[in-house]
């Protein structure tokens, strides 16, 4: 009786079954990939902060210069994708744990990757503009 009650039972929710999520499937690499980004953002964080310290004072010409020099604007990109990535899965895990309905995390979910997809573009835009432009 222990053994058949102890085989039919299960931690993962109906949903997850269907979906065929469990705790060694999606979740795995979701944490690894917030690991990773984490890491990567570090050292650009730091380069992003001591660039901004270092233009502090700068002129609008200056710190458009400062943009459009092409290292810079691969680093300003990589770190705008990077973040709202991050930003994106951070919410992602914000959102599984506090909704209650699954619509709600559905919704919810959408929404923070639609919202970070869109800012993400958005900011790209802006420093591919400059860049391009000079």
């Not at 990589?78 to 909704?99: K, N, P, R, W």
């Amino acid at each position: 009786m222990a053994t058949e009650t102890a085989r039919n039972t299960t931690l993962r929710s109906p949903l997850g079954r269907v979906r065929g999520f469990g705790s060694a499937k999606g979740g795995t690499h979701h944490w690894w990939m917030q690991r990773v980004t984490s890491a990567a953002l570090l050292p650009l964080t730091i380069w992003f902060a001591l660039s901004a310290a270092s233009l502090a004072g700068a002129s609008y010409e200056e710190t458009r210069a400062w943009i459009a020099h092409p290292f810079n604007a691969v680093l300003l990109l990589a770190s705008i994708g990077l973040s709202f990535h991050h930003t994106a899965a951070g919410m992602q895990v914000i959102v599984e744990d506090y909704a209650n309905e699954e619509w709600a995390k559905v919704a919810g979910i959408y929404a923070a990757r639609a919202i970070c997809w869109l800012l993400a573009i958005a900011s790209a835009l802006a420093v591919l503009r400059i860049a391009v432009q000079g």
